[in-house]
């Protein structure tokens, strides 16, 4: 079964550091999504790629975040530098053209800012 | 006041229970229900979604939609302790672009 593969699981960063996420969506899903969830919350759009362009970034804090997914397929999250709030679950998800009620999430990477 | 209401629980049954989850929304112009099952660290899994009013079944699952009331449900039966999870509604309106909005989550705990 296809799934939404993600890296890395975890990772633990001080504040002011670099981190940066991987994603690669399931093969064909031309629709490409980063959220971030907070404990207790339900996921928040941060960016939604369509092939390789940003449909809608209004929410991704620009000022240290960045997205890029080069060839339409996998996809990067940045953060630079990050901050003790970035502290959340980062998601991937994909989903097909015709629209993002059908869409297939990653096990997402539990980021720790110290 | 948020768009898509969800008690967040914790609601815990005894295993074989039927299980009731709610969400309620004020945006009329959403089409498409979906539930979404979250274990503890890990992403949502998609479980099923609606489009417009009605019900739709998926083995122990129904989803029902009444727009009229602005109010979805997800019924789960013959609970097992494999559905202790936190479940997610979202809904979206296909109208222009529009985003996904999920609900906060509600925590279920099957006991054996």
């Known amino acids: 079964e296809a799934e939404v593969a993600q890296s890395p699981r975890y990772k633990i960063t001080e504040k002011s550091q670099a981190v940066a996420f991987w994603c690669d969506p399931i093969?064909?899903?031309?629709?490409l999504y980063w959220y971030r969830q907070i404990l207790g919350q339900g996921p928040e759009l941060l960016v939604q790629?369509?092939?390789?362009?940003?449909?809608?970034d209004s929410q991704l804090p620009k000022d240290r975040f960045s997205a890029e997914r080069l060839k339409g397929v996998d996809s990067t999250l940045k953060i630079q530098p990050a901050e003790l709030g970035d502290s959340a679950m980062y998601l991937c998800?994909?989903?097909?053209?015709?629209?993002?009620?059908?869409?297939?999430f990653g096990p997402g990477t539990r980021l720790t800012v110290t | 006041q948020k768009e898509v209401e969800q008690d967040p629980g914790p609601l815990s049954v005894p295993e074989g229970a039927i299980v009731s989850l709610n969400c309620t929304y004020s945006?009329?112009?959403?089409?498409?229900f979906m539930w979404y099952r979250q274990y503890s660290r890990k992403g949502p899994e998609l479980l099923m979604y609606?489009?417009?009013?009605g019900n739709k079944e998926d083995g122990r699952f129904t989803a029902q939609v009444d727009k009229s009331s602005k109010y979805i449900s997800l019924f789960i039966r013959d609970s097992q302790p494999s559905d202790s999870a936190t479940y997610l509604c979202a809904m979206w309106n296909s109208g222009g672009y529009q985003k996904v909005t999920f609900g906060t989550g509600t925590k279920l705990q099957v006991i054996p």
């Open positions: 609606t489009y417009s009013s």
């Open positions: 093969s064909g899903h031309a629709t």
């Open positions: 945006n009329s112009a959403f089409q498409y």
């Open positions: 790629f369509q092939d390789e362009s940003v449909v809608d």
């Open positions: 998800a994909s989903s097909l053209d015709r629209g993002p009620y059908e869409q297939y």
